[in-house]
């Protein structure tokens, strides 16, 4: 099965605007960044955390910490994925017990991701709060998750894909709209 490309929906100033607009919004919501601990699902969560982390480090005058999360081994589908799954690190720079998290993804489609990260995030502590924030929000839930902060609104069918591009990973920072063909 391959992809065409359907629509490019984000180029990177509008990635940009919205990783701004999401810091302004956490800050805002949270009264100031104290306590707080931005945490990016690998692989494009991580860059996007890192991104939204430094504009609310410039608002507020100060460092905010940013972790990455490797949720493969909390996946639900783990056995359809592979039979040796390769396992990225997670690195939490800061105990994450009464702190609030803000959970960071580049999509939310099912929900199934969030929740394997939160499962993971209460293996090493708990936190006083979880809040979500995402790039783009495709819709189609499976599970009661809902984003706290989203970049996009992107309502897609079951037979596209959005595809988030980077330059952190991918050399380019992009949001396509992509359908499957045969």
Known sequence: MTTREKASIM?????????????????????????LVVVGIRSRGAPLAKRIANVMGEIEGTEIPVG??????YRDDLQLVATQPIVGRTDLPVPIADRIVI??????????????AMDELMDFGRPRAIQLAVLIDRG???LPIRADYVGKNVPTSAKEIISVRVIEVDGEDSVKVEEMVS
């Open 103 to 116: 959970l960071v993804d580049d999509v939310l489609y099912t929900g199934r991701t969030v929740r394997a």
């Open 68 to 73: 990455v999360l490797d949720i493969t081994l």
């Open 11 to 35: 180029d990177k100033d509008d990635i940009a605007r919205a990783i701004r607009r999401i810091a302004h919004e956490i800050i805002e919501r949270n009264k100031g960044a104290k306590d």
């Open 140 to 142: 189609h839930r499976e």
